[in-house]
């Protein structure tokens, strides 16, 4: 009798876009992106307007809605479709206006560490008033009310010494007018487009928890990875891992479905 041959069947290809949060660039995704196209997916990792190599495209006129057409413009010159915007920190509302610009492009949205926000809302509106104060302060210092100064490494979960030292040569002042201008909505948050969130809690970052409580309110499937704020820097191969699975098990879940547990 012959033997019983098992198949291998491969996983199909993802397209994924990989969103940076605040002071970062599409640089701090390359290990994450160089993982996951060894495993066969395509990925772009681009950089908002102000940020990394489009630092000197720095200005006081750069608001929400710039770095949302930032992304629906990477979008639609590159046509993608089917993809999955994943956004980090404050990418997170990033990728809702993107959702709501345009979902016929998406296939899903994964925060990690990201922020929810809700339509007229502000960055800084989202924080206590006197943080907000800070760091209007910080930035009036720094650059004339221009841009927010960059942070510490270490605040972002990040202590290896070699890593530290990689941000610090790269983080750059982030546009103070992202803070204060509104997202805008037109549909309920994420546009029926399907929704998980990673957050990442070893150790907590404390200005993610409120955006974890609106993620779970809204029904949002939650999934935890064991490192710092700074997934995609500190471990990387465990982001990719992650990514890849969260997506694989909503693979047959149908577009508009973000029931609890679906």
Known sequence: MAAKTTKTRKKAPLTFVLVHGMWHGGWCWK???DILRAR????????????????HLMSKDITFDTFIGDIVNHLHWNELEDVTLVGHSFAGAVILGVADRAPH?????????????????????????????ERLAAAQE????????????????????DQVAHLKRLLTPHPLGTCTT????????????PVDYIACTDPAYPPAAGSHKRARTLG???????????????APKATANLLEKVVG?????RRGSNRPGS
């Not at 560490?113 to 006197?130: C, H, I, Q, R, S």
């Not at 949002?220 to 500190?234: C, F, I, K, N, Y």
Request: no cysteine; net charge negative; glycine share 12%.
């Open 31 to 33: 290990d994450v992106a």
């Open 40 to 55: 066969g997916h395509a990925v772009t990792a681009p950089t908002q307007t102000g940020l990394g190599e489009r630092s």
């Open 105 to 133: 492009r998406l296939r899903r949205l994964i925060f990690l560490d990201g922020a929810v926000m809700d339509n007229a809302e502000t960055w800084f509106g989202k924080l206590p008033g006197d943080i907000a104060d």
């Open 142 to 161: 720094s650059s004339g009310g221009v841009s927010l100064p960059v942070g510490e490494p270490e605040t972002f979960g990040v202590t290896e010494p």
């Open 182 to 193: 509104p997202l805008i909505l037109n549909a309920p948050p994420a546009n029926g487009i």
């Open 220 to 234: 949002w499937r939650m999934h935890e990875l064991a490192t710092g704020h700074d997934a995609m820097v500190s």
């Open 249 to 253: 098990t909503r693979a047959a879940i």
